[in-house]
């Protein structure tokens, strides 16, 4: 009976040191950090006024269309349109207030298009938007 007893518990004792040994871990010096850092990136809004911000904003809508059909950075592109507006948004409401809801109205437009992959929503977003820069802009 001792022989068995003595058999598995040489047997558990092997078993226990192999997966010990498995789980052991090696240290590369190759892979330790040298102390440089990584520069942390940061997103802020556009800054101007109208008059600067809304050809920019006019400019991306304008190719939000092909980006859209190419599969292309459509989303941060919606994402830069509603940047400008939110840059916008407060002179537009001081100067121009019934004209609120119609950018709004483009930038779901141009989320839209780029969420739904819809380069008509884009198309229409630029024409919405191309009039209400003439008469802002005149």
Request: proline share 3%; charged share 25%.
């Amino acid at each position: 009976m001792t022989s068995r007893i003595t058999l598995a518990a040489l047997v558990g004792i092997l078993a226990l040191s192999s997966s010990i040994t498995a789980c052991a871990s090696t240290y590369d010096p190759s892979l330790a950090s040298t102390g440089d850092t990584v520069a942390a990136t940061t997103t802020s809004l556009p800054t101007g006024t109208v008059a600067e911000l809304l050809p920019l904003m006019l400019a991306e809508v304008k190719a939000l269309s092909e980006r859209v059909a190419a599969s292309d950075d459509a989303i941060e592109a919606a994402d830069r349109i509603e940047q400008y507006w939110n840059a916008m948004r407060d002179e537009i409401t001081a100067d121009h207030k019934d004209l609120v809801e119609d950018f709004e109205f483009v930038v779901r437009r141009a989320h839209a298009a780029a969420d739904r992959k819809r380069p008509a929503d884009a198309d229409r977003a630029y024409r919405n938007l191309q009039t209400l820069a003439d008469s802002i802009l005149g």
